[in-house]
């Protein structure tokens, strides 16, 4: 079983920048990997997927030209890069890998996620 540990959360002013990054203990090469958030009172919601290759990129309109996601496979790292943040964007961001979906797409419409992480706390003042 893969282990996933989310890092980088925080405290910031609106229009900052964060990164934050997902840790497998895992190799993760074969898999899809995302990230998702989840505010007070909302269920979890889609914010970006990578497909297996490094090639394709989903994004959520939300944050489509602010985040960015990208991989590092001989780390088995997954990386979140949040610019212009908004209050809005305040959640607890989640790391998730698809075993069985190479595309990315598949969890872009939240299904095929093996495996989550316990999330990180993002919280971005007005």
């Known amino acids: 079983q893969v282990q996933l540990v989310e890092s980088g959360g925080g405290l910031v002013q609106a229009g900052d920048s964060l990164r934050l990054s997902c840790t497998a203990s895992g190799d993760i090469s074969m898999s899809a990997m995302g990230w998702f958030r989840q505010a007070p009172e909302n269920g979890r919601e889609f914010v970006a997927t990578i497909s297996s290759s490094g090639d394709s990129t989903y994004y959520s309109d939300s944050v489509k030209g602010r985040f960015t996601i990208s991989r590092d496979d001989a780390r088995n790292m997954v990386y979140l890069q949040m610019n212009n943040l908004k209050p809005e964007d305040t959640a607890v961001y989640y790391c998730?890998?698809?075993?069985?979906?190479?595309?990315?797409?598949?969890?872009?419409?939240?299904?095929?996620?093996?495996?989550w992480g316990q999330g990180t706390q993002v919280t971005v003042s007005s």
């Open positions: 998730g890998e698809s075993r069985r979906d190479r595309s990315g797409y598949l969890m872009s419409i939240g299904q095929t996620i093996t495996y």
